[in-house]
């Protein structure tokens, strides 16, 4: 078994998984780096700042510079220097959303790069391979996203497909020797029979783990939730859950509350490069007037040389100044904050207070603050 | 005394300079930091890879954030996490090369901010008291460049209110309690008995040290090696020299040999954006299709986490994904193998071996090659 749920505090779960490239403590946020890089960051920045898993994009790594490029080098590990675990996601949710042109066939889908316009066609066994040629701990099955608003009879028939692909990618992942950990991904849009409907048939097939894709493409946060806390209950206690894409901080307190234990989004790199800093007390928005002579540091209460070396007005100069520094500082930031939320989770957990710590984080946290 | 003159090896001189923050072993190369920050790296880099020094523009940091908010934040030194020496210009360079308008009046100059049309009126007591509320170790008097193929005429001309301004900047530094040391700056063309004028003149006003201004803009390599040949015999030998904006590889041992002790130059950093990368080998320019998978690292002789971890295939994948990661591996690369060379010219220097460490080391680099 490579999960293993050690203790529970209300819905919140802390447990361990284990991967080829070491057991990672749960809950856990995976920070993003796409094209098998973070924005600014190396990856022992990433271990320094308690970080256990990098998410790598199968779609681009594919594009650019191709997974036999990556497999030449030995794999994605070697090629950007990360002995941890790594999670791949299967390319399609960027089909989904990046690419101009995709026809959904019954076999796979035909998508257009966003690089070179060529045209490529992925199909749930290419993505599998892809993956493996990657090297990836945590592979993910090809899936198709509908968009928040899809109807309800679009998204009962592309379930039929999202379940079809995740059955014949678990069948490729079996011939193989790859000792990944492949997840299936529960789809359904917002209507929870569907979510239902498929948790079940993917339990039915078997995976190592089980992601909830297709949220938080811009429905209401209470939707969110609704759709989660009504999915985690078909969903086996004993695989670790992955709520993809999620979410702001209070997103991630909401979501373990739920059951969730697996997460990766792109806000505090995206936010870093706006000039938004996660703090104890809420988002700092750098270039706002009130920080020009503020030389309090970033965040006393996040470990990193950002956070305590850094005054906000040191990083709004930068900021203002389009200083290159200052994406790789505000992203060391940023990911410092999540991490240590994170951490504070797991702790919470253990000493079963989850619901006094959420109280806790969410008075002293006010995202409109400053 | 704050310099004392070590060894000699020809040319070559080995020594010692005492500032405010620390004892720096000449000869030096200085990293840039415009603004208060380098390119994608943080000071304990620079420390990290030998760096002893960083540079800052009083340009730049007197437009933003102003000299005032810099020693509210108690000195550059603090603003930017820097606890070594800081060696900052006086802005006349950048008033010649960045502003659209410029009026040379006797008392100072009028230029226009290149970030907001700003008009501001740059005198030399200014110049000088704008480095001192920065704190820097080691300041420079405001100087008027003239270009390359400026007229001897208009040089002449140029140099007489060079000597005045310098005088006036060192009545004013006098004054002050400030114990930053003050550089004059020989200017003259390439008028080789301007240069001497020149030489002779900061010399009779008496200078912590002497900078040779107004190379490296434009002209013919070898007549900057020339002049600085016919500069440095006039220049005191127990002050140190440094060559402003100065240079390539071969510049620089080319100029060391002629006796210069310090150098700063944008090479390093701007190479590093554009994708040409320093090696022992000669100069990487990383785009190019035979680096495609090259799996070797950037420089196994370089001690820096970039040449020795990354491959060249790595970053040319990072540069063509246009990854902020690259300008940080990459500046980090090109300053750790400017560092290198003269740690490397200082040990041969010591050992009485530059010359034949001159000759080694250009038969392996070729600035052409990759």
Not at 27 to 49: H, N, Q, R, S, V
Not at 160 to 185: D, N, P, Q, V, Y
Not at 235 to 256: A, F, H, N, Q, W
Request: net charge neutral.
């Amino acid at each position: 078994m490579s999960f293993s749920l050690k203790k529970t505090s209300g819905g919140a779960r802390r447990g361990e998984l284990k991967t080829g490239h070491g057991t990672i403590q749960t809950p856990f946020f995976m920070t993003i780096g796409t094209a098998g890089a973070i924005k600014g960051l190396i990856p022992d920045d990433i271990a320094e700042l308690g970080g256990q898993v990098i998410l790598s994009n199968t779609y681009h790594l594919h594009l650019r510079p191709g997974e036999d490029t990556v497999a030449k080098a030995g794999g994605l590990h070697k090629f950007m220097n990360w002995d941890g675990p790594i999670l791949t996601d299967s390319g399609g949710y960027q089909v989904f959303s990046l690419s101009k042109i995709r026809k959904l066939k019954d076999d796979g889908v035909e998508f257009q790069s966003h690089i070179n316009g060529d045209k490529i066609f992925l199909t749930p066994e290419k993505a599998i391979d892809i993956q493996h040629k990657l090297g990836s701990d945590i592979i993910m099955v090809l899936d198709e996203c509908p968009a928040a608003d899809a109807k309800k009879a679009y998204v009962k028939n592309s379930l039929k497909l999202t379940t079809k692909w995740a059955k014949r990618c678990k069948e490729f992942h079996e011939k193989s020797k790859s000792k990944s950990l492949l997840f299936g991904i529960v789809q359904g849009g917002m209507h929870p029979e569907l979510r239902e409907e498929s948790a079940e048939e993917l339990k039915e097939i078997g995976f190592d783990g089980y992601a909830i894709g297709g949220l938080s493409v811009g429905e209401p946060n209470e939707v969110m939730y609704d759709i989660t806390e009504k999915t985690t209950p078909h969903l086996p206690e004993d695989k670790p859950r992955y709520l993809m894409g999620v979410g702001t901080p209070i997103d991630i307190l909401e979501s373990v509350e739920r059951g969730i234990d697996m997460f990766d989004c792109v806000l505090p790199t995206r936010n870093a490069r706006h000039g938004h800093l996660y703090t104890t007390n809420g988002i700092v928005r750098i270039k706002r007037e009130q920080y020009k002579e503020d030389f309090s540091p970033l965040d006393e209460d996040v470990q990193s040389y950002a956070s305590q070396k850094c005054t906000k007005a040191y990083m709004q100069h930068l900021f203002k100044a389009k200083e290159p520094l200052f994406l790789r500082l505000a992203t060391q930031h940023n990911v410092a904050f999540y991490l240590k939320l994170m951490a504070d989770i797991r702790s919470a957990i253990e000493e079963d207070r989850f619901n006094e710590f959420k109280k806790e984080f969410l008075e002293k946290f006010n995202e409109t603050a400053g």
